[in-house]
T-cell receptor
Framework: DVKVTQSSRYLVKRTGEKVFLECVQD?????MFWYRQDPGLGLRLIYF???????EKGDIPEGYSVSREKKERFSLILESASTNQTSMYLC????????????FGPGTRLTVT | DAKTTQPNSMESNEEEPVHLPCNHS???????IHWYRQLPSQGPEYVIH???SNVNNRMASLAIAEDRKSSTLILHRATLRDAAVYYC???FGTGGGNKLTFGTGTQLKVEL
């Protein structure tokens, strides 16, 4: 079975802190994605990567950066966390191709106080 | 990106069929129709996808209108475990890193 794991299920950080969210997949997938999910807004794409060291902005990249140094790992970075970044963060991976399914991790509930 | 429209919520009784509609009137010829669902406290999971023809798999069936401007996800016998938010998504068939653009989906409630 494909497995996408995220470093934490719950995380509490203070305003201004630098936050790292880690995602690892074990299926040698080319594509990896970071989404955030908020009530009433559904899932929104933050960044995605289609290869090592490659990244593309999604719909809401402001306030975030990403890193993909190895194929299996995709990190989301909040350089200076703010309260409006309190959210559920979901990582996903997929093979290439427009028809391929995405596999999601369990999510990280981040609270910024 | 082409948009989809789904009802906010639907209800069903256990062991009855459920038809979840989705309108996508601005779909383009290269857009695949994908369905995902999200169970409580979990990440979304893939259900089914199609391009032009109806599709069946172990989880559900996907019926696509002839003009492709609408589709219906069919759960043949709903169970309590099928209570989830169901998302209908259009995705470009070529390039674009196969991004998914989620809407707010349909909350399916299943009752005994």
């Amino acid at each position: 079975d494909v497995k996408v794991t995220q470093s934490s299920r719950y995380l509490v950080k203070r305003t201004g802190e630098k936050v790292f969210l880690e995602c690892v997949q074990d299926m040698d997938h080319e594509n990896m994605f970071w989404y955030r999910q908020d009530p009433g807004l559904g899932l929104r794409l933050i960044y995605f990567s289609y290869d090592v060291k490659m990244k593309e902005k999604g719909d809401i990249p402001e306030g975030y950066s990403v890193s993909r140094e190895k194929k299996e790992r995709f990190s989301l970075i909040l350089e200076s966390a703010s309260t409006n970044q309190t959210s559920m963060y979901l990582c996903a991976s997929s093979t290439g191709g427009g028809w391929s399914e995405q596999y999601f991790g369990p999510g990280t509930r981040l609270t910024v106080t | 990106d082409a948009k989809t429209t789904q009802p906010n919520s639907m209800e069903s009784n256990e062991e009855e069929p459920v038809h979840l509609p989705c309108n996508h009137s601005t779909i383009s010829g290269t857009d695949y129709i994908h369905w995902y669902r999200q169970l409580p406290s979990q990440g979304p999971e893939y259900v089914i996808h199609g391009l032009t023809s109806n599709v069946n798999n172990r989880m559900a069936s996907l019926a696509i209108a002839e003009d492709r401007k609408s589709s219906t996800l069919i759960l043949h016998r709903a169970t309590l475990r099928d209570a989830a938010v169901y998302y209908c998504i259009l995705r470009f068939g070529t390039g674009g890193g196969n991004k998914l653009t989620f809407g707010t989906g349909t909350q399916l409630k299943v009752e005994l």
